[in-house]
């Protein structure tokens, strides 16, 4: 445990950071999750709605530096190309 006044301010506000970037996180797992789930269900309405929902979390949190630039890049790299995937097959 700190000492010093600014080290427990400090800590404080780490825990605070902390608790907000895991919302944070968890929130944009939540949308990349409702994408995949729309796409194994077969539903394209649903799965491009998700996707948008994904794209705008992953695009904020990656202006945060919550999720690294490249990893939100490639998330959106990997459900577009399911939802792809999913159009054509349905053709």
Known sequence: MPN???AKKRLRQ???TRERNR????FVRNRCKNVVKAVLAGSVEDA???FREAVKALDQASSKRIVHRNAAARKKS?????IKKLKESGK
């Open 4 to 6: 010093i006044a600014s």
């Open 48 to 50: 491009d709605r998700h």
């Open 78 to 82: 990997r459900l577009s190309a399911m």
């Open 14 to 16: 780490n825990i605070a």
């Open 23 to 26: 919302a944070q996180r968890s």
